[in-house]
């Protein structure tokens, strides 16, 4: 009986102090990241989502050669090449890609496309896929590949 | 007594208080959901509406135009009466409760509960009670062995827990006739007349009731660390497993005006009710008052489901049966004989 009323006691004090911990944590600042409104802060090789890139003339890097197609582990990707018109080209090379898709519904974001491309035309940016209200959306076309919205991030400064 | 004060001052205050309980429900959820949130370091819901203040709109229109179906196995009727049947007796639990002062309105005296029955607490206890059968139905109906077991665990935890409350009502009956001479039922004569004559001592040993009536209170209605009847770790949803959409949002309401009703009766009971500094000039601050009280012990209840991990389900009976039993009659006896002597 008297073990009993000193595990009251004891148990009474533990709650108590159980509940100082958590008021005192309610003075505190929220930790929550408000992520598209304040920045998010990413490590720099942080892969996110695809970027196509152009030379600083304009024109488009990617040659059509499909290196990034067959390197994909998961078939993410989608590249069908045409000839370069001569007059009014939209690559430096013989060729250019006149579908580009990468389906990120699939992609692993392993990062294999980028290191197999040979003009460093694909890239995986530090952008984070925003989440989508329709599931075709996640299909990123050239025209969305070609010019990223820009997100709202920052570089780790501990990195 | 003609109709206005017979039939329309008390439909009108029916349905003001309904409105207000439902209300309170949804922002009571918003309400836990901000300040759980602060103190786990989180903001909480702010999306919805300035500061989030839409989200239990939000909430309610995904609950309703959630997929409405009704498993093949059931036995219908039952299944969907039973979330009435527990939401009903947490809203009319509240009729007893004097939420302010007498007021007078265009020649009028309105008084600001629904009813002044001599019986208060006994009503109180009896409401309590049938809130039980909306759970044992929910899952007996579902005719599923999870929820069964759920439904009938869920019943013995509010069954044991109304024991010690009763007795503790019991005796700050008993110590009402301190003030009275005579032991009162009525929660209206509790605050109007035992309350502000109270001695200190009364209220020294009325607060020794406190902790022992706040942990029945948070088993009736299995706020957490009591949250068995949730049971999401062992059987799955318990009694509500086979209950979805608004049904299973039903069950919530319930517990949630359940938790403010019990709130208020606390309030009632240890707090002094709408009593506050000002009342006597103006009395509708006394409703003020009240809420403010409300709010805070709701407070109470929301800080303790911060901060105490949830009990095991013997640990939980043997609490009730070995500890808050034996030291609830204790008190009574205590208080037996301290009113015997003065
Ligand atoms: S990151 Fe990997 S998975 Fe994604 S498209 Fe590139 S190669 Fe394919
Ligand atoms: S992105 Fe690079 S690897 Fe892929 S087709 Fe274009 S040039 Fe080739």
Redesign the interface.
Known sequence: MMSGLGDVVKGAAQIAQAMGVTLKYATRRPVTLEYPEEPMAVFPRYRGQHMLRRYDNGLERCIGCCLCEAACPTGAILVEAAENDPGNPRSPGERYAKTYEVNLLRCVFCGDCEIACPTEAIVLTQSVPMPQRNRANFILTQDVLLEPKDANLVIRPDS | MDWVELLLIPAVKSLVLIVVLLLGFAYMTYYERK?L???????GP?RAGPKGLLQPIADALKAIFKEEFVPGHVDKWVYIVAPALALIPALVAFAVIPIGPDITIFGHTISLYIADVNIGFLYILAIASVGTYGVILAGWSSNNNYSILGALRTAAQMVSYELPMGIILVSIVLLTSLSTGVGSLSLVELVEVVTPDRSILHWLWLWVAFPIFFICMLAETSRSPFDLPETENELVAGFQTEYGGIKFALFFMAEYIHVITASAIMVTVFFGGWQGPFVDTLPILGVFWFVAKVILVLGLFI??R???PRVRYDQLMSFCWK?LFPISLVYLAITAVFVALT
Do not use: E, G, K
């Open positions: 300040f949130a602060r103190l786990t370091t989180r903001v702010n800080w303790v911060a901060s105490v500890f």
